[in-house]
């Protein structure tokens, strides 16, 4: 089945600065990849995602890169602030025309330094 | 609107009794999924539900029970609660089509321990 790595597990900047967080996954017939953040107490909620057909997308200071080839895909946030501190969780899935199953990652813990 | 609920927000069990989480949600969607997060292993699907009348097992279903109860509902049931099952559960629920293929719209979640 699927597996997601990702890295760092924590990750510390300086506001205003670039943070970027990395995930592989196993399932080449993987072709949904989300990515949820995650707010001390709260629930998860969708940020971004990418389908295995677009290499890169941006949505203001957030922007998700896929390599196919290598089975990697990115989350990069730019301009860091106070409020982007929070856990971070990358997912893969094979989307059909039903449901079907996320995988997520075990999470990047970011803080911003003011 | 009221999204995805779940009930009960705590619960506290000893080891070997049982109770049944309950999710339910109002957007008309045809999928629901359990997941359980523990710190440092992000969230792990329990089981999963298609559509309505259809179950899936997750990546560890071991110790748990669903049922679909309708569209809206979706429950998960420990029926002999261990120590290894004190987590966070949280419901979710997504539908096809749109802009986004799968977001998953998550409850608030339950928070339960096993003593």
């Known amino acids: 089945g699927e597996n997601v790595e990702q890295h760092p597990s924590t990750l510390s900047v300086q506001e205003g600065d670039s943070a970027v967080i990395k995930c592989t996954y196993s399932?080449?017939?993987?072709?949904?990849f989300p990515w949820y953040k995650q707010e001390l107490g709260k629930r998860p909620q969708l940020i971004i995602d990418?389908?295995?057909?677009?290499g890169e997308k941006k949505d203001q200071r957030i922007a998700v890169t896929l390599n196919k080839t290598a089975k990697h895909f990115s989350l990069h946030i730019t301009e860091t602030q106070p409020e982007d501190s929070a856990v971070y969780f990358c997912?893969?899935?094979?989307?059909?025309?039903?449901?079907?199953?996320?995988?997520f990652g075990s999470g990047t813990r970011l803080s911003i330094r003011p | 609107n009221a999204g995805v609920t779940q009930t009960p927000k705590f619960q506290v069990l000893k080891t070997g009794q049982s109770m049944t989480l309950q999710c339910a949600q109002d957007m008309n969607h045809n999928s629901m999924y359990w997941y359980r997060q523990d710190p440092g292993m992000g969230l792990r699907l329990i089981y999963y539900s298609a559509s309505e009348g259809t179950t899936d097992k997750g990546e560890v279903p071991n110790g748990y029970n669903v049922s679909r109860l309708n569209k809206r509902e979706f429950s998960l049931r420990l029926e002999s609660a261990a120590p290894s099952q004190t987590s966070v559960y949280f419901c979710a629920s997504s539908d096809h089509g749109g802009p986004s293929y799968n977001e998953q719209f998550f409850g608030p979640g339950t928070r339960l321990t096993v003593l």
């Open positions: 997912a893969a899935s094979i989307w059909y025309s039903s449901a079907s199953k996320i995988i």
């Open positions: 399932d080449s017939a993987s072709n949904y």
């Open positions: 990418i389908r295995s057909n677009v």
